[in-house]
């Protein structure tokens, strides 16, 4: 099997050499020595180009006389959701959808994010005494990364 330091660091040393921002999201190596990789960037969108390049960094330094392998590089999709705490920092502002390991949902903005914990602002129409209209409740709600089972952005088209 293939070792997995051995393509971290080729990836890696593709990622320093390239120098735009690009982290790993996820790297996974079957038994069957097929390689998956995802990655994002710190700022804007992960081209073709810089798939391209990680693979290629793989691709050449891997013998597959020694070891037949799969390899795939891609980005990271908005429809699996924030998995690494450089994800979470890019999408500061954006509006999220958080699923808790208790089952309970909240939607908000993300206001900030450490690797410890996230921050979501949610806001909701609520019925104030004395008063004939509805009130916006604006509310920061401060959730540990352990309790935080999925977040996914909320994708708007407006």
């Not at 960094?57 to 705490?85: I, K, P, T």
């Not at 979501?120 to 008063?131: F, M």
Request: with cysteine; charged share 35%.
């Amino acid at each position: 099997m293939i070792s997995k330091k051995k393509v971290a660091d080729l990836i890696y040393e593709r990622i320093e050499e390239l120098d735009n921002g690009l982290f790993v999201v996820t790297l996974n190596i079957s038994s069957a020595n097929s390689i998956n990789v995802e990655l994002d960037k710190h700022e804007g969108n992960v081209s073709v180009k810089d798939c391209m390049s990680v693979s290629r960094n793989v691709e050449h330094n891997l013998d597959r006389e020694e070891e037949d392998f799969q390899l795939h590089v891609s980005s990271a999709g908005l429809d699996n959701g924030l998995r690494v705490f450089a994800q979470y920092k890019k999408n500061i502002g954006r509006n999220v959808k958080v699923k808790l390991h208790d089952g309970e949902d909240l939607e908000g903005k993300m206001i900030d994010a450490t690797p410890d914990k996230i921050i979501i602002q949610t806001s909701r129409q609520e019925r104030i005494e004395g008063k004939k209209k509805k009130q916006t409740i604006v509310e920061d709600i401060e959730l540990a990364i352990e309790k935080v089972k999925e977040t996914k952005i909320i994708i708007s088209f407006k």
